[in-house]
């Protein structure tokens, strides 16, 4: 069957309010929508089960998903070269002996991801999808096909972008293509690639300036990131703080959506409106309130962490120490 034909602009009727994320996905639970980043090939026991096609270790994390109150598993198979659209029907069939979560098909495989779509149809989300000519070209006819959603990844046929400006220019590529095809603007996240503060400190104060700029530039576009890929190479012991704190700060920016360790409960609480403490302290500290007096040792952690987040402090393992 072939792909439907291209459709009026994606803009939401005159007097009818866009969905919220949550509302996007089927869920209308309050805070930002969490991704299950767990079901990863990368992970060597998975990576096994999928390959021996044992069931519970994925469906183990499946549960766990569902549990934990997350609104959308990933399922990342990788490329999955040899073998990706029967790996992709045999997990998702898989998942869902144990649960009903939406799913986000994570590879880079075409043939998979068509495989994920005829599944699943409008319930799923497309991870991912490059603005670059090419990969559009593939995968929105797909996305509009079956009523999909998807992540909107801003690298673009030059590479990753250097600072919030490109971020912006490939949103706004991104955002015309889909026009092209009256696609839905809430139906797409843009993800604007979070890098590691201990590498590329610059790289992460871009992604804060490129959601401020978002909510003015195209307000009606969702939001999401990768969220542990902030704190890689960070000292083990301290990757949750860095997570919990810039997750903190990309929610105030204006962020709706996060790909999410779900094992980390603080950080799940922290992106449903819980431990408000944390939150004002993180954002007071944003604001530019750095007098730690009176903090508690976990609170001046969190003020402490902003500071690097935000590329006021330079990064080193020993920052908390500074």
């Known amino acids: 069957m072939e792909d439907s034909p291209r459709s009026p602009r994606g803009v939401s009727p005159a007097g009818v309010r866009p969905q919220s994320p949550r509302e996007v996905v089927g869920n209308n639970g309050g805070g930002m929508l969490l991704i299950a980043e767990n079901l990863n090939v990368m992970d060597k026991t998975l990576r096994q089960a999928m390959k021996e096609r044992k069931k519970e270790p994925l469906q183990k994390i499946a549960r766990e998903a569902a549990k934990r109150g997350l609104d959308v598993l990933d399922l990342n198979i990788g490329p999955a070269r040899k073998d990706g659209p029967s790996l992709m029907e045999w997990v998702i069939a898989a998942v869902r002996e144990v649960a009903d979560l939406p799913l986000s098909l994570d590879t880079t495989n075409i043939e998979a991801m068509r495989v994920g779509l005829e599944m699943e149809g409008d319930r799923a989300i497309i991870n991912s999808i490059q603005a670059t000519p090419e990969r559009m070209e593939q995968l929105l006819p797909l996305m509009q096909k079956h009523g999909a959603r ?64 978002l909510k003015e530039m195209l307000p009606d576009f969702n939001s999401t ?54 939150a004002g302290i993180i954002r007071r500290t944003v604001e530019g309130n750095e007098d730690f007096a009176g903090l508690s040792e976990e609170e001046t952690a969190y003020a402490k962490t902003v500071r690097v987040l935000l590329g006021k402090t330079i990064y080193s393992h020993s920052w908390l120490k500074l």
């Open 225 to 278: 990131c990768g969220l542990s890929n902030v704190s890689n190479g960070v000292p083990a012991e301290l990757r949750p703080l860095v997570n919990r704190t810039y997750l903190a700060m990309l929610a105030d920016c204006g962020m709706t959506s996060a790909i999410v360790d779900l094992f980390d409960s603080h950080l799940v609480s922290l992106a449903r409106g819980g431990s408000q403490n944390i």
């Open 150 to 213: 998807c992540i909107a990844l801003l690298i673009g046929k030059e590479g990753m972008p250097r600072d919030a400006t490109e971020r912006g220019a490939l949103a706004a590529e991104f955002a015309a293509a889909v026009d092209e095809y009256g696609i839905p603007h809430e139906r797409v996240f843009f993800d604007p690639v979070v890098l590691p503060v201990a590498y590329q400190q610059d790289q992460v104060v871009a992604v804060i300036e490129f959601m401020r700029m």
